[in-house]
């Protein structure tokens, strides 16, 4: 469903979230060993949610990415979806058809519409937060 750059950049930014609560920053060696990720496209990916104000660079010796503790829980999936991917995601044909509207519907518009509304709904009600704790509790898991 995402891109696999927003994968990894929703993946990227629940690490960072969990370090950043630990009073951590981590290096981008780092976060592509933990979410597997090429060490290069990771770098590319982070600039993106830097650019888009979702995490922080601290350059120096001891730099690295960070999040803002008071920041983490206002932090919405949406905003890295939207950094990485934009909003295609909202819009695009389910069937990736050029031209699918109300007026020229493919064969799932309407129910990939249902779809589409209730993943913006989940995204835009779902922050980094929520994710963060899930993992340090264990209740879910980044790594297998």
Request: glycine share 6%; aromatic share 6%.
């Amino acid at each position: 469903m995402f891109s696999k750059a927003c994968e990894y950049g929703i993946k990227a930014s629940i690490f960072i979230a969990i370090n950043s609560y630990e009073g951590k920053r981590v290096s981008p060696k780092e976060i592509s060993e933990e979410i597997d990720s090429p060490r290069a496209f990771t770098a590319k990916i982070l600039q993106a949610l830097v650019k888009h104000n979702v995490i922080n660079s601290v350059k120096g010796a001891h730099g690295g990415f960070e999040i803002d503790k008071k920041d983490i829980s206002s932090i919405k999936l949406s905003q890295i979806v939207n950094a990485i991917d934009g909003d295609k995601i909202y819009s695009g044909c389910g069937l990736g058809l050029h031209r699918c509207d109300e007026n020229h519907p493919c064969p799932v518009h309407d129910k990939f519409k249902t779809i589409k509304a209730e993943l913006k709904d989940m995204l835009e009600h779902t922050n980094l937060e929520q994710l963060a704790l899930d993992i340090k509790s264990g209740v879910s898991f980044l790594k297998i």
